[in-house]
T-cell receptor
């Protein structure tokens, strides 16, 4: 069965500092990989996704993620955090396609707090 | 394009009642998925509908059901509500089907008293 682990439940960084959120997955093959962000009381907004090709993926709001097959990881990074980045971040994996449909498996989430 | 819309946004029910939540996908999207989000269990997949057919189902009891209409709008129903059903229910839509990006609505916050 597929699974996603986000080892850090909470992370606090200072505004302007760099950020890395960790994500490890367990899957039988290379899955589709996603990062979503959720602000309080809101739905999920897609930051970026990896399907194939270049392992460094650029997303919105200055975020990027790197797929490392050997480590089964898909870590999210941002060089300089803004106060508005405070939110909860979810890593997710999806099936390769065919009849597997669109079932996403999510990690437990990492809550990011930003210090002024 | 308008995003995914969910109605109602907030709902309060009592144990034993039933509830129906509605989701309107992005125009042209044929796949609608439902997820339950709780503090204890996180985000869990309920089911997915594609072209009016249930394509996938998560590990939830039969009290949770859904359907999709010919215009791709979807409803989910929970019968005989339990306190543990209190959650944020999120709907997501996608266009091409398997593996495509899912766009989420704002959710329906269900509180069971």
């Amino acid at each position: 069965a597929q699974s996603v682990t986000q080892p850090d439940i909470h992370i606090t960084v200072s505004e302007g500092a760099s950020l890395e959120l960790r994500c490890n997955y367990s899957y039988g093959a290379t899955p589709y990989l996603f990062w979503y962000v959720q602000s309080p009381g809101q739905g999920l907004q897609l930051l970026l996704k990896y399907f194939s090709g270049d392992t460094l993926v650029q997303g919105i709001k200055g975020f990027e993620a790197e797929f490392k097959r050997s480590q089964s990881s898909f870590n999210l990074r941002k060089p300089s955090v803004h106060w508005s980045d405070a939110a909860e971040y979810f890593c997710a994996v999806g099936p390769l396609g065919g009849n597997a449909g669109n079932m996403l498996t999510f990690g437990g989430g990492t809550r990011l707090m930003v210090k002024p | 394009k308008a995003g995914v819309t969910q109605t109602p946004r907030y709902l309060i029910k009592t144990r034993g009642q039933q509830v129906t939540l509605s989701c309107s996908p992005i125009s042209g999207h044929r796949s609608v998925s439902w997820y339950q989000q709780t503090p204890g269990q996180g985000l869990q997949f309920l089911f997915e509908y594609f072209s009016e057919t249930q394509r996938n189902k998560g590990n939830f009891p039969g009290r949770f059901s859904g359907r999709q209409f010919s215009n791709s709008r979807s409803e989910m129903n929970v019968s005989t509500l339990e306190l543990g059903d209190s959650a944020l229910y999120l709907c997501a839509s996608s266009s091409l089907g398997a593996g495509d990006t899912q766009y989420f609505g704002p959710g329906t916050r269900l509180t069971v008293l």
